[in-house]
């Protein structure tokens, strides 16, 4: 039997965007580093409790940390009315349709929001739990939130969003009596897939199980940061707040348009 010979060629587009973005990511995440300034991509389906937990976390931590969001979503700037209420400098990232934030999106995100005098910044990525796992955005910590109505099978479903994280919190755990939501469960298949990663069940409602999260995320930043906790204050009452301008963060790279919208008010 004659065999006929392919005259095209096969070409793996998505590995070379990954790997382009991964590129990207680095020089974020390096830059990021030597201004001292952590970021923490926070991830979760829509009404998992993102905008909430956000909210508490700037509460508890604003007198201690100097705290910048990014908001991304596909259209609306509800969130970040939300979150600038709390006291945090935030910035409106619209996305164009895309289903996740990727390094470049992240850049210019940072660019537009401005880093200096900045400790600490929240993404608070697309809600999704497939395609914002798949991107580096440059980050410090990836966070994911699960919420209990969600349902304790989500890691068999949505295993690569659980295996990249650093940290799974369960949110909503005061409705938990209302649900057939098994957390023994639900951690034991979580760290059959990624044994590294911390889980905390919280109620950013009640505020119940905050404490624990909080103590881990101060952890992070302070491991980052290079110091202990308690040499925060002192640290930075000393510091030279010298960040670069906003328009000057990361290189130039051409890929897909943002539309970076901050509300004049807020």
């Not at 400098?89 to 895309?98: A, D, E």
């Not at 328009?247 to 943002?258: K, N």
Request: net charge negative.
């Amino acid at each position: 039997m004659e065999m006929i010979s392919r005259a095209f060629e096969i070409l793996e587009t998505k590995e070379g965007v990954i790997a382009d973005n991964n590129a990207v990511a680095a020089r974020v995440r390096e830059e990021l580093k030597q201004r001292g300034v952590f970021l923490v991509n926070l991830m979760a389906s829509p009404g998992a409790g993102k905008t909430s937990l956000l909210v508490k976390t700037i509460e508890a931590l604003r007198n201690d940390y100097r705290i910048g969001v990014m908001e991304a979503d596909v259209d609306s700037d509800v969130d970040a009315r939300t979150v600038s209420e709390a006291g945090a400098r935030v910035i409106q990232l619209h996305t164009g349709g895309s289903c996740h934030m990727d390094a470049d999106m992240t850049r210019r995100g940072l660019s537009g929001l401005g880093i200096e005098d900045l400790d600490l910044i929240f993404l608070e990525n697309v809600g999704n739990l497939v395609c914002p796992a798949e991107f580096d955005v440059g980050a410090g910590a990836r966070v994911m939130i699960l919420s209990v109505p969600e349902g304790d099978d989500k890691p068999l479903k949505y295993p690569l969003m659980f295996s990249v994280s650093d940290c799974l919190l369960i949110n909503k755990t005061d409705v938990s009596p209302v649900f057939d939501f098994d957390f023994a469960r639900c951690r034991k298949r979580v760290l059959d897939l990624n044994p590294q990663i911390a889980v905390y069940p919280l109620s950013a409602k009640t505020g119940e199980g905050m404490g624990a999260w909080l103590d881990w995320l101060i952890g992070q930043v302070e491991a980052f940061r290079g110091r202990s906790r308690g040499n925060a204050a002192s640290a930075r009452a000393g510091e030279d707040n010298t960040f670069a301008k906003a328009a000057s963060f990361g290189e130039e790279t051409e890929q897909r348009p943002i539309r970076e919208d901050a509300d004049e008010n807020h």
